[in-house]
């Protein structure tokens, strides 16, 4: 088929997204709804075979390419992928996980309204250092400590899906990945920070403060009755595991270093690696190994740590990234190519972009879909160039990012730690809401948030 491949700043690795029809998106879409369908149809069956699920959506996609456009260039498209997108992202991922893993609080608090309050204010400014699902492993456990004698404490953990595992994550590119794939796009590391900043601040603001009048009404409606027995009575917090907040720091001086010192390149095949990004994953294995090494056994095993996690991460986004390369191209081409209805609809009369649109579609896909590549698929429908989306569109690149991580808590689903409160709450003890149940939550508390902050930032 002449035309589907060639080479320029029109073409993602190397594809004309032009000459490919809406077929080319079919393995993207089945990967997609196999992550949000089968952990709740048949969880057994999705436990032992998601990754071969992934992998018959990504030869679905890479063998009619290899077919059509020969083998060499679908290699390329391939290591480009591969090797500029997907290996950076899922060390992210595990140095993030082994390092939040070594942190161990032990000890227990009383959760009373404001006590709650300050582990939801500590659990959202940790997720964007160690990432939502850090801080969400981190704080899970504290507070159920805390609230194991409280008779109503569902509320508690809907809340901690909201703020912890996603609202509390939008301010730097280790909180989300969604993030941290706009930063390996050329988004400045510091631009989410002073970009986003007013809009979370606003949202935690407000679903921090319905949390504690209703905590605060709960809490005094419990105290009619006879309390609980505390099961773990009040004791001095201790935090364990130090030395990973150092290794923290060194996480973040390698990215910004990544991003600021040229050091030079190389290829392999066609691929240009900088010198700077490969050491900058290096720095990320040997700090996952140093944090290994140096931080106890048992206080992993306390936080209920697990490779489980991490290696379904990996198994998925290697299909998400391979599924992804015609969606990306097709999204290239803009009103040339498959995708021109989605175009008009984030684009104004005037040919200018509906920003609205651009937070609550990327927030709609994001509530049920993965947020990371909802997140690409926007980013480049604004046009994937990030110097432009960080100057000119910088309110656009504020919407999609600010959809992608805040509309992650609109469902279970939605983000990868929102699933794991649920299940670590609900074998605790905790009698989570169903999944229609969550909903109702979210949309009776988030939604009318987002609404609100739509007039106020991206009208």
Request: hydrophobic share 55%; proline share 6%.
């Amino acid at each position: 088929m002449p035309g589907i491949l060639a080479s320029g700043p029109a073409f993602a690795a190397g594809i004309d997204g032009a000459a490919l029809s809406f077929l080319w998106a079919i393995p993207f879409i089945g990967m997609l709804l196999s992550i949000a369908i089968f952990p709740l149809a048949n969880p057994h069956f999705w436990e032992h075979h998601q990754g071969k699920i992934a992998a018959f959506w990504a030869v679905l996609t890479i063998v009619p390419l290899a077919l059509l456009a020969g083998a060499g260039t679908a290699l390329d498209a391939l290591g480009h992928t591969i090797l500029l997108e997907y290996v950076p992202f899922i060390l992210l991922i595990f140095v993030l996980f082994t390092v939040a893993g070594g942190i161990y609080i032990r000890g227990n608090i009383h959760g009373s309204p404001v006590m709650n309050t300050a582990l939801l204010t500590l659990g959202a400014v940790l997720a964007s250092f160690i990432g939502t699902t850090g801080a969400s492993m981190v704080m899970i456990r504290p507070m159920l400590r805390a609230n194991d004698n409280r008779r109503m404490n569902v509320h508690v953990f809907v809340f901690f899906i909201f703020i912890v595992s996603n609202i509390g994550g939008a301010l730097t590119p280790l909180g989300d990945p969604p993030l941290f794939l706009g930063f390996l796009r050329g988004v400045d590391f510091f631009w989410t920070t002073k970009w986003l900043l007013h809009e979370t601040l606003f949202v935690f603001g407000v679903v921090i403060a319905v949390f504690f009048l209703l905590d605060t009404y709960l809490y005094r409606k419990e105290g009619i009755v006879r309390p609980l027995p505390d099961p773990t009575p009040d004791s001095n917090v201790r935090v364990f595991g130090g030395i990973n907040f150092l290794l923290i720091g060194i996480i973040i001086a390698a990215i910004l270093m990544s991003a600021s010192v040229d050091l030079g390149s190389f290829r392999i095949g066609t691929t240009e690696i900088e010198f700077a990004n490969l050491l900058r994953d290096i720095i990320f294995i040997v700090v996952g190994l140093v944090s290994l090494r140096f931080t106890p056994q048992a206080w992993r095993e306390a936080n209920g740590f697990s490779w489980g996690p991490i290696k379904e991460v990996a198994k998925l986004f290697a299909g998400i990234f391979i599924c992804m390369l015609p969606v990306l191209a097709m999204l290239k081409a803009g009103t040339s190519g498959a995708f021109a209805p989605l175009v008009a609809l984030v684009t104004n009369p005037d040919g200018s972009a509906n920003n609205a649109a651009y937070f609550w579609l990327t927030g709609a896909l994001s509530s049920f879909l993965d947020n990371a590549p909802t997140y690409l698929v926007f980013f480049e429908l604004a046009g994937g160039d990030p110097q432009k989306l960080m100057t000119s569109g910088a309110l656009t690149l504020t919407a999609i990012s600010s959809g992608a991580v805040y509309m992650g808590a609109n469902s279970y689903i939605g983000n990868a730690p929102n699933f794991m409160v649920y299940a670590i709450a609900k074998d605790a003890g905790v009698k989570m809401p169903s999944f229609f149940g969550y909903m109702l939550w979210s949309g009776a508390v988030l939604l009318p948030t987002f609404l609100i902050a739509t007039f106020l930032f991206f009208r």
